[in-house]
């Protein structure tokens, strides 16, 4: 079997899961606008423990520990969304991590 591969992007931004934008999760605000914006698709993960610039401690519980919202498409898309959650990178303390990707489908 031969699969195909495709260029794409993947844009991970990292956040305390405990962060709010107008009384509502950061992360659940950051996945409603990559919708309307119509990007393929957004996944958030919540992690056990971290530390970080947002965390000087180490944090053990998903509700007040790090959290990642992943959107894979296509790089220029990305690029123009990163403006339209630029208010909430900027006020909650997220890290935006834009990388090249290949997406392989068998």
């Given at each position: 079997m031969t699969?195909?591969?495709?260029?794409?992007?993947?844009?991970?931004?990292h956040l305390d899961a405990a962060a709010l934008w107008h009384h509502r999760p950061a992360y659940?605000?950051?996945?409603?606008?990559a919708r309307h914006e119509g990007l393929s698709g957004a996944s958030v993960f919540h992690g056990l423990t971290g530390f970080g610039a947002g965390h000087p401690n180490p944090s053990h519980?998903?509700?007040?520990?790090?959290c990642a919202v992943v959107i894979v498409d296509d790089e220029e898309r990305l690029r123009s969304f990163l403006p339209c959650v630029a208010d909430i990178l900027g006020?909650?303390?997220?890290?935006?991590v834009l990388d090249r990707v290949r997406i392989h489908r068998p």
């Open positions: 699969g195909s591969d495709t260029a794409a992007a993947r844009l991970t931004v659940a605000e950051l996945v409603h606008r519980l998903a509700a007040k520990g790090p006020e909650t303390y997220a890290v935006a």
